[in-house]
């Protein structure tokens, strides 16, 4: 059997149609309907019963379909293993969840870039599970991801923490403390980053083990806007302690909770990809 006719096979199983899938594949109705009958005479079975409904898998369509899937995505792995080889100690992918660049220390990087000239960096952000799942199905190769990993198959070390803060603005009951628990915030409209930051999620989730949801007033991409609705009066903001040159603190008193979930950056890679040099270089560093 050709890999390839394997492939239309697949796709003619899950559009349900010749010409459905024709069109994603780019060849011609009566193209692929050749090379489905060529497999069915290769194979001696039926694959689809033909109606004017569209096609449906038989058993024996059902059982190729189920093993051959299986087997295309090892081969597609197989396909991109082999070109990480041919790239392997020439060029580093990197990910970075949705807040690690505002701490990241660039100057590493710049400093393993000097001393591996050869080795191309490149790099994008993304939502921390989005890091993750590209690492693991190696689209990435080292990922800096927030909070903790719990996922089979990769390795992470923890290279930055730090906690999180309320944000209280000045005449605020609050304003004088020293220190905050996430249970005195029941009451209160809140600030925060959105859903696709992990301090979100795991300050609701703290706020849950507390026993109540959050009264979150706004959510935002951008931390200064948390200040500056705080500053408004708006609300209690949420936050880590990572902007100290960028925003000015007048009216508001950062004040530590001290029960919130910390703020944990680790670094990340496929634990069969540990020691290959360039990824290990990298670790190294940090």
Same mark, same amino acid.
């Given at each position: 059997?050709?890999?390839?006719?394997?492939?239309?096979f697949?796709?003619v199983?899950?559009?349900?149609?010749i010409?459905?899938?024709?069109?994603?594949?780019?060849?011609?109705?009566?193209?692929?309907?050749?090379?489905?009958?060529?497999?069915?005479?290769?194979?001696g079975?039926?694959l689809?019963?033909?109606?004017?409904?569209?096609?449906?898998?038989t058993?024996?369509?059902?059982?190729?379909?189920?093993?051959?899937?299986? %087997? *295309?995505?090892?081969? $597609?792995?197989?396909?991109?293993g082999?070109?990480? /080889?041919? !790239?392997?100690?020439r060029e580093?992918? &990197?990910?970075?969840?949705?807040?690690?660049?505002?701490?990241?220390?660039?100057?590493?990087?710049?400093?393993f870039?000097?001393?591996?000239?050869?080795?191309?960096?490149?790099?994008?952000?993304a939502?921390?599970?989005?890091?993750?799942?590209?690492?693991?199905?190696?689209g990435l190769d080292?990922?800096?991801?927030?909070?903790?990993?719990?996922?089979?198959?990769?390795?992470?070390?923890?290279v930055?923490q730090?906690?999180?803060?309320?944000?209280?603005?000045?005449?605020?009951?609050?304003?004088?403390?020293q220190?905050?628990?996430?249970?005195?915030?029941?009451?209160?409209? %809140? *600030?925060?980053?959105? $859903?696709k930051?992990?301090?979100y999620?795991?300050? /609701?989730? !703290?706020c849950?083990?507390?026993?109540? &949801?959050?009264?979150?007033?706004?959510?935002t991409?951008?931390?200064?806007?948390?200040?500056?609705?705080?500053?408004?009066?708006?609300?209690?903001?949420?936050?880590?302690?990572?902007?100290?040159?960028?925003?000015?603190?007048?009216?508001?008193?950062?004040?530590?909770?001290?029960d919130?979930?910390?703020?944990?950056?680790?670094?990340?890679?496929?634990?069969?990809r540990?020691?290959?040099?360039?990824?290990?270089?990298?670790?190294?560093l940090f």
């Open positions: 059997m050709d890999t390839k006719d394997i492939r239309y697949c796709r199983y899950e559009e349900g149609g010409n459905q899938a024709a069109k994603q594949l780019f060849i011609s109705a009566q193209g692929l309907s050749r090379i489905i009958s060529k497999l069915e005479a290769e194979l079975a039926v689809f019963e033909r109606s004017a409904r569209g096609l449906r898998p058993a024996s369509g059902v059982y190729l379909y189920e093993n051959c899937r299986e %087997l *295309l995505d090892k081969l $597609e792995d197989i396909e991109v082999i070109r990480r /080889v041919e !790239r392997m100690d580093l992918q &990197l990910g970075f969840s949705c807040g690690v660049l505002n701490v990241f220390p660039f100057h590493r990087l710049e400093q870039q000097a001393e591996h000239p050869h080795i191309q960096i490149q790099w994008e952000e939502e921390n599970e989005g890091v993750m799942n590209k690492i693991f199905q190696r080292v990922g800096f991801v927030i909070g903790s990993i719990g996922r089979d198959g990769l390795y992470a070390k923890e930055y730090i906690g999180m803060d309320a944000l209280v603005y000045e005449g605020h009951p609050l304003y004088d403390k220190q905050l628990s996430v249970g005195d915030l029941r009451e209160e409209p %809140l *600030l925060t980053l959105n $859903e930051f992990y301090c999620h795991s300050f /609701v989730g !703290r849950k083990d507390f026993g109540f &949801l959050p009264q979150i007033r706004m959510k991409m951008e931390s200064q806007l948390i200040y500056r609705f705080c500053r408004e009066k708006m609300g209690i903001g949420i936050d880590v302690n990572i902007h100290k040159n960028e925003i000015k603190m007048d009216g508001i008193h950062r004040i530590m909770l001290r919130a979930v910390p703020w944990r950056i680790s670094v990340v890679c496929r634990k069969d540990r020691e290959e040099r360039a990824i290990k270089k990298l670790l190294e």
